[in-house]
């Protein structure tokens, strides 16, 4: 499985960006999605996940009614808009993909198997 994400950049605080991550190789395996951040200095912080069948979704409290995570099985891909950005929203995002279907409810980094290169998103104030 390889995951590719995009859609990162400079933005004010108040703004918005849209972050895509495409999925390749073997799909059938992906059982949840997730996007995770890190902010210099600090730990990878889960953001949001997405499961492929249910479209169930959770976000972190940090971002819910800012945030929203979206998945196309036909395009085998996910997209996080982030709205109403703020500075401390500042981080490399990665997207991520879990295969095993025991890992509720997907918030810790451990759970996933396959991680994309990240993408920078820089909010200034």
């Known amino acids: 499985v390889q995951l590719q994400a995009c859609g990162g950049g400079l933005v004010q605080a108040g703004g918005s960006l849209r972050l895509s991550c495409a999925v390749s190789?073997?799909?059938?395996?992906?059982?949840?999605m997730g996007w995770f951040r890190q902010a210099p200095g600090k730990e990878h912080e889960f953001v949001a996940r997405?499961?492929?069948?249910?479209?169930?979704?959770d976000y972190a409290d940090s971002v819910k009614g800012r945030f929203t995570i979206s998945r196309d099985s036909a395009k085998h891909s996910v997209d996080l808009q982030l709205n109403r950005l703020k500075p401390e929203d500042t981080a490399v995002y990665y997207c991520?993909?879990?295969?095993?279907?025991?890992?509720?409810?997907?918030?810790?980094?451990?759970?996933?198997?396959?991680w994309g290169q990240g993408t920078q998103v820089t909010v200034s104030s």
């Open positions: 991520a993909t879990a295969t095993s279907s025991s890992g509720w409810p997907y918030s810790g980094r451990n759970n996933y198997d396959y």
């Open positions: 190789g073997v799909i059938y395996s992906s059982y949840v």
């Open positions: 997405v499961t492929w069948r249910s479209n169930k979704k």
